[in-house]
């Protein structure tokens, strides 16, 4: 499914975080460059003041709701919301934050 969202003509958009995340797995310069180059055609989307305070309230709401996961997984989402965006993910954590917002989780 990851594949198909990849090959379609969707614009995809990565968040400064993400891209920090998926290239701070990497143990050579070799992968480091090669993930870079393939990363490069996806733009960053802009975060701003209101981006971290929504985080810090979905957060803030969704522990009030037994809803746990990490500061950069709000933000995520909150970006997602923010730029009225899909989230294309693997991660079950957005489909239960997803559930507090109006987060849209792809794959569904």
């Known amino acids: 499914m990851f594949r198909a969202h990849l090959e379609s003509n969707n614009r995809l958009f990565l968040i400064g975080n993400v891209l920090q995340e998926l290239l701070d797995g990497l143990r050579s310069p070799k992968q480091l460059d090669r993930l870079v180059q393939l990363l490069e055609p996806f733009p960053l989307l802009e975060l701003d003041r209101s981006t971290y305070m929504a985080a810090a309230k979905l957060r803030t709401t969704c522990r009030t709701r037994g809803v746990l996961a990490g500061p950069i997984d709000f933000l ?15 991660d079950q954590d957005f489909s239960r934050i997803a559930k507090h917002c109006d987060l849209v989780v792809l794959p569904e």
């Open 76 to 90: 995520i989402a909150a970006a997602c919301c923010q730029h009225g965006y899909p989230l294309l993910t693997a």
